[in-house]
């Protein structure tokens, strides 16, 4: 079965027309005289026979091609020695970039996502071919490359430096491939707990994005960054059943004595976990904090039947933990209007917790763990 051309892809102008390849079904329309027949129509017009009754007549039935079909013909072959039909345009817009451009462009934005046209210009002027012409292209067609790579304009995030260390990357593998006490492997999600902290503001409800009138801002009044800052500490466990633990407080960090009395309420508290040992034995993950460290927060836990395992430090996205913080702070951007102090911001996060409430194991599944 014959290949089959992408119907999308405009070809440059002038472009033989593979034999081999069919036309895409979307494409109708005649595909031209072969090139035999339009050697013979040329041939016959050299020699001055092509006036005559009987080819007349067929072109009459369309079963000829016309005289100016015929004349166009001797002058392609005088010009370019050849009547190979050409590749058919269709009506799809054409784009500029196209073959070892294109290429480089994909590469540029894997490397540098956050690059800005002129960067994308200066990079493909460089990375120009011997023997093809150097040239700019204008935002338009480099954003209607991209669009053809099926690259979209999205909110971007930094990765530090720190994370691509030998180190570190060493770290992470040891994480997700050995199991306890270097790492995850063997180890459900449904008895992985993940916990951390987070800075909440009142202006954590405010928004970045309104609409107004050309001309002039979207200016709103609401909380502005004069407030007292929260510390919100949050653990997840994953698993069908997997609950949520929460603490809200007015301080502006986290000591190992706070650390310590979170983990003490998860196991020990009203609600909580119990001691391990058996089939009740969970694994803490947390990220390098200082406070996390102590090894006070390591007898905490071990004395109960648990384990403690450090993911990788500047892999924020192997934390469960940092969605669920994401989806906090968006859904506090609901609450715009109906939070003005820190008691209704406590409500509010409560109140969004109990909603999430038996919905985090999507979070675990996203970043890797283990059913």
């Known amino acids: 079965m014959a290949p089959t051309k992408n119907p999308k892809e405009r070809p440059a102008p002038s472009t033989i027309r593979d034999a081999s390849l069919r036309p895409h079904p979307s494409r109708g329309g005649a595909r031209g005289y072969d090139v035999a027949q339009r050697n013979a129509a040329v041939a016959l017009r050299v020699m001055g026979e092509e006036d005559t009754p ?72 460089a990375s120009t071919l011997p023997g093809q012409q150097q040239r700019f292209y204008s935002e338009s067609q480099i954003t209607e ?31 997700w491939n050995d199991p306890y006490p270097n790492g995850i492997a063997g180890t459900s999600r449904s008895t992985i707990i993940d916990w951390d902290e987070a ?32 510390t919100l500490t949050a653990a997840i466990r994953g698993g ?8 809200f407080a007015l301080r502006a960090g986290t000591s190992v004595m706070d650390t310590h009395d979170f983990l003490e309420e998860i196991i020990n508290g009203p609600g909580g976990i119990g001691a391990g040992g058996g089939g009740n034995t969970c694994t803490f993950i947390c990220d390098n904090l200082a406070a996390h460290h102590s090894p006070l927060i390591a007898y905490l836990l071990n004395s109960n039947g648990h384990r403690l395992v450090f993911r990788a430090p500047y892999n924020p ?23 003005t102090t820190g008691q209704e911001l406590e409500q509010a996060i409560y109140q969004i917790c109990q909603r999430a409430n038996g919905e985090f194991d999507r979070y675990f599944a996203h970043c890797g763990y283990a059913p």
């Open 54 to 125: 009987a080819l007349d007549h067929l072109r009459q039935l369309q079963q000829y091609p016309s005289k100016r079909s015929t004349r166009r013909w001797h002058r392609r072959i005088n010009q370019e020695g050849h009547l190979h039909p050409y590749e058919m345009n269709g009506n799809n817009p054409a784009t500029v970039l196209k073959g070892h451009q294109l290429l480089m462009l994909s590469f540029y934005r894997l490397c540098y996502p956050k690059a800005t046209a002129a960067e994308i210009n200066a990079f493909l002027f």
């Open 145 to 175: 490359a991209e669009d053809y790579l099926g690259l979209s304009r999205k909110r971007a995030s930094t990765t530090a430096y720190q994370a691509s260390l030998p180190i570190n990357l060493a770290k992470r593998h040891s994480f």
């Open 199 to 230: 800075g909440v503001w009142v202006e954590t409800t405010n928004r970045g994005y309104g609409k107004c009138f050309i001309g002039s801002r979207a200016r709103e009044e609401g909380p502005y960054n004069h407030s007292q800052k929260y």
């Open 240 to 247: 069908a059943g997997g609950g949520c633990f929460v603490n």
């Open 317 to 339: 996205w192997d934390g469960p933990i940092e969605y669920f913080f994401n989806y906090i702070q968006q859904q506090l951007s609901l609450e715009l209007h109906n939070v």
